[in-house]
């Protein structure tokens, strides 16, 4: 890639975090941001993203597929984010859009990788093959205790109907596990990852996120102001 290519590229930013974390509220609140200052925007999340993604979104959501194995979800995962990254993602950055997500490949690592055991190297690998080796440039992380995350469940449970999906079917300890493993990735790649508190209001967290995803286009040669 040459730099001008480099220049006209899109940034490609996620958003990660337990289910209940805020994630959707403050994604919608950054497109709107990004939007306001022209900024062409592609607003989509995983799993699902494209029609064939959604259709495996369904699979690993259905309450029936309880003999689901870890394999099989960790595949089912990585065959929507091949398909998100080629026929959505890849587009849109190199058509210059900058594209927000909801939950990426750190979603399968924090879940299937530290919450349910599936090993780290073997998910990299499944993750590389998958996204071509496509990262994000901002991972903005929502971060919840589990018996915080546990409790924004149980109440959206109540409020909606009983288990929403199959994948709602976890413990304290199985957040305990997510919420460790998001951590440790983000100690490690600092420059990537942004770590909020989701218990800060609503307001807070957005200019949080507007302040760093100002630095981050200033950085990337579009200059002027969020919010
Ligand atoms: P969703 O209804 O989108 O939940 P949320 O609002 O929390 O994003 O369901 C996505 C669920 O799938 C969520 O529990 C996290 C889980 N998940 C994984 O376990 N691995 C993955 O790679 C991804 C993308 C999601």
């Given amino acids: ?122 998910l990299r690998r499944i993750t590389q093959f998958a996204t071509g080796g496509l990262r994000p440039d901002l991972v903005i992380l929502l971060d919840l205790d589990a018996s915080a995350a546990m409790e924004r469940r149980r109440r959206d449970e109540q409020s909606n109907g009983i288990l929403r999906n199959r994948l709602d079917r976890l413990d304290a300890s199985f957040y305990d596990q997510v919420r460790r493993g998001y951590l440790e990735m983000a100690d490690q790649e600092p420059d990537r990852w942004l770590i909020l508190d989701a218990m800060l209001p609503i307001a807070m967290l957005h200019q949080a996120i507007c302040e760093r995803v100002e630095k981050l286009l200033a950085d990337h040669g579009t200059v002027g102001d969020l919010d």
């Fill in 1 to 122: 890639m040459t730099r001008t290519d480099a220049a006209n590229r899109g940034l490609f930013i996620t958003l990660e975090g337990p289910d209940g974390a805020g994630k959707t509220t403050q994604a919608a609140l950054l497109v709107r941001a990004l939007q306001e200052r022209g900024i062409s925007v592609n607003e989509t999340r995983e799993p699902g993203g494209t029609r064939i993604g959604e259709r495996i979104r369904d699979i690993l959501h259905d309450l029936g597929h309880q003999e689901m194995l870890s394999p099989t979800e960790v595949l089912l995962f990585a065959a929507s984010r091949a398909q998100h990254v080629g026929e959505r993602i890849q587009p849109a950055l190199e058509a210059g859009q900058t594209v927000v997500c909801d939950r990426f490949a750190e979603s399968t690592l924090a879940y299937q990788g530290y919450g349910r055991g599936v090993d780290l190297d073997a």
